[in-house]
């Protein structure tokens, strides 16, 4: 499994996984209003279809999260802010891109 790290339009980090098959799901959500997160933070997907997947990567230490960052409401879900560790960042196919500040 791998970690392929973008940049969504607005800016905020998306975080991708992949295994031999192609792409097996995603651990960001994008979440319109959100105040700004540190360049390596991301709101994560951690409901529905993506709960056991977010639990995985927390219990094996992989994201953790932002502290002093408000949750985030959006329709029926709560989103949080997280950031991949240095054991996360092991499985990402490179670095965090940089935040575009034009």
Request: hydrophobic share 45%.
């Amino acid at each position: 499994m791998r970690i392929v790290v973008t940049r969504l339009d607005n800016g905020q980090l998306k975080l991708q996984l992949w295994d031999e098959d192609g792409p097996a799901g995603t651990l960001s959500a994008a979440i319109e209003g959100a105040p700004p997160l540190p360049a390596d933070g991301f709101w994560l997907k951690d409901w529905s279809e993506n709960r056991r997947l977010a639990a995985e990567f927390i219990a094996g230490g992989l994201i953790e999260p932002i502290a002093g960052v408000p949750v985030m409401h959006s329709g029926f879900v709560t989103a949080r802010a997280y950031r991949l560790t240095a054991a996360g960042m092991a499985l990402a196919t490179g670095p965090i891109p940089p935040l575009d500040e034009g």
